[in-house]
T-cell receptor, first 113, second 111 residues
Framework: DAGVTQSPTHLIKTRGQQVTLRCSPKSGHDTVSWYQQALGQGPQFIFQYYEEEERQRGNFPDRFSGHQFPNYSSELNVNALLLGDSALYLC????????????FGSGTRLTVV | SQQGEEDPQALSIQEGENATMNCSYK?????LQWYRQNSGRGLVHLILIRSNEREKHSGRLRVTLDTSKKSSSLLITASRAADTASYFC???????????FGKGTTLSVSS
């Protein structure tokens, strides 16, 4: 049973560029949440998608946007990259309202130079 | 959504010793979840305790929950070097709200 798959695993981008990160949820899960984790910090909640709608959003600027597809997979897009966007981006999937816990992917390490 | 606050921020012990880390939260919860993160990897769900439970065990893990004090503790018995990781608690308050993580407790187990 495949868990959460994220791609790519590593990415280097230049300031001002745009990036798209992808996430395939665990089989049977329908909710996807995205987190940004800077070095030495806890994961910061970006947003959550359920039924192809953004259900909840954390304190992130509009440069961060997302999408969920009918097959429950999701994308995170970041425009106008800043050096401070360098971080590990984690995707987590859950079933329904998420009360049973999240399954996390291994993350995408984004470096902005 | 609400964030859990883990304490201590860092903990160093020897192999074979027990490790205890604590979590506090602010408002009523449906359940509280503990996660582990090895360096640079994704989080792994360890254990979930419901608001009507006081204690739960899973292998070498023991979790307690005191809803009157809005706190939880995670005990790892007979620690191993492989337990070296960051540990996060996540209070789940109500349906449809995302999990919010704090800074975690970084556990170092030396042999």
């Amino acid at each position: 049973d495949a868990g959460v798959t994220q791609s790519p695993t590593h990415l280097i981008k230049t300031r001002g560029q745009q990036v798209t990160l992808r996430c395939s949820p665990k089989s049977g899960h329908d909710t996807v949440s995205w987190y940004q984790q800077a070095l030495g910090q806890g994961p910061q909640f970006i947003f959550q998608y359920y039924e192809e709608e953004e259900r909840q959003r954390g304190n992130f600027p509009d440069r961060f946007s997302g999408h969920q597809f009918p097959n429950y997979s999701s994308e995170l897009n970041v425009n106008a990259l800043l050096l401070g966007d360098s971080a590990l981006y984690l995707c987590a999937s859950s079933l329904g309202q998420g009360a049973g816990g999240y399954t996390f992917g291994s993350g995408t390490r984004l470096t902005v130079v | 959504s609400q964030q859990g606050e883990e304490d201590p921020q860092a903990l160093s012990i020897q192999e074979g010793e027990n490790a205890t880390m604590n979590c506090s939260y602010k408002t009523s919860i449906n359940n509280l979840q503990w996660y582990r993160q090895n360096s640079g990897r994704g989080l792994v769900h360890l254990i979930l305790i419901r608001s009507n439970e006081r204690e739960k065990h899973s292998g070498r893990l023991r979790v307690t929950l005191d809803t009157s004090k809005k706190s939880s503790s995670l005990l790892i018995t007979a620690s191993r070097a492989a337990d070296t990781a960051s540990y996060f608690c996540a209070p789940y308050s109500q349906a449809g709200t995302a999990l919010i993580f704090g800074k975690g407790t970084t556990l170092s187990v030396s042999s």
